[in-house]
């Protein structure tokens, strides 16, 4: 059942070359009217019924107000539980969030991906060097020794690695989400794992977290200022023109091959069409 949902991108290629060249499910057409909301992978699609993020809601705000804000209405609540949780754990706490897609998705300048409504940018968490916590406004790109320099209020910043492990804890306990990458800097990410391991998180939390954080490889930022959020595509995105790229998570539901399917070429094909690297250097 599952491998009938590709059956026409099978059907369109004949050699892997021709598949980089045409792709699938990019847009609703004659031929596939049923396709919405998500459609195709994150580096390349388009986005139909979207949501726009709320400008302001409980514990965040947006780095700036643009047209940039619209994504699939799961995005949106990932986005707004996450960031909810975060403020009532840690009152005052204020996530700003950068760039999420354009309401109807497909390209948006400085991102090579963020066209399905399936990816945002959230700005860290900081602290002044005293330990206060600020509301971040600007992009501060986080050292291996957790400081920041803040080029608008000539300042030092903190990495405040404790409200962001709220966040990332959030985002990757929450069922609903199925995070398939947080985009983030190798010191970043040592940082958030270090900690939670220091207070005793659970196994199965941070075993997630390790998992999903990556920092993407060329051309794409290291991602020291901010996480990239993307989640995998859900069951009925998935039969609505939703396309899965990267790993396969345990905790992210994706189609169980049917027994008369025969050998499994679909996911050869698609492992080696769509790479881990591939799917990581289209993080921006
Ligand atoms: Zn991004």
Not at 82 to 105: C, I, N, Q, Y
Not at 116 to 121: A, I, P
Not at 143 to 154: I, P
Not at 234 to 255: K, N, S
Request: include cysteine; glycine fraction near 8%; charged fraction near 25%.
């Amino acid at each position: 059942m599952a491998r009938a949902l590709f059956a026409p991108c099978i059907l369109s290629v004949s050699i892997l070359g021709a598949l980089f060249a045409t792709g699938c499910a990019r847009s609703p057409s004659s031929l596939a009217p049923h396709f919405t909301g998500s459609i195709g992978m994150p580096h390349r699609g388009v986005l139909t019924k979207a949501a726009e993020l709320p400008r302001e809601g409980e514990g965040y705000r947006l780095l700036v107000r643009n047209e940039r804000h619209y994504a699939t209405p799961r995005f949106v609540g990932v986005v707004e539980r996450a960031a909810a949780k975060v403020a009532r754990e840690r009152p005052g706490a204020m996530l700003t969030v950068g760039d999420l897609s354009a309401r109807h998705g497909g390209k948006i300048s400085s991102h090579a991906s963020h066209r399905t409504g399936r990816d945002g940018d959230l700005l860290l968490y900081m602290t002044t060097l005293e330990g206060a916590p600020i509301t971040t406004t600007s992009f501060v790109h986080v050292g291996n020794d957790g400081l920041a320099f803040d080029e608008d209020r000539q300042r030092f910043l903190r990495f405040d690695v404790e409200r962001e492990w709220i966040l990332v804890k959030a985002l990757v306990e929450d069922a609903e989400a199925r995070v398939q990458w947080l985009f983030v800097s190798r010191p970043v990410r040592a940082m958030l794992i270090d900690w939670a391991r220091a207070r005793g998180e659970p196994g199965e939390t941070i075993l997630r977290a390790m998992d999903v954080m990556l920092e993407p490889g060329p051309p794409a930022q290291s991602h020291d200022d901010h996480i990239h959020v993307r989640i995998a595509c859900d069951l009925d995105e998935l039969a609505a023109g939703c396309e899965h790229t990267g790993p396969t998570r345990p905790w992210v539901m994706t189609p169980e091959p049917s027994l008369d399917d025969g050998p499994t070429t679909l996911d050869l094909v698609l492992s080696l069409v769509q790479p881990l690297s591939r799917d990581a250097t289209a993080a921006r």
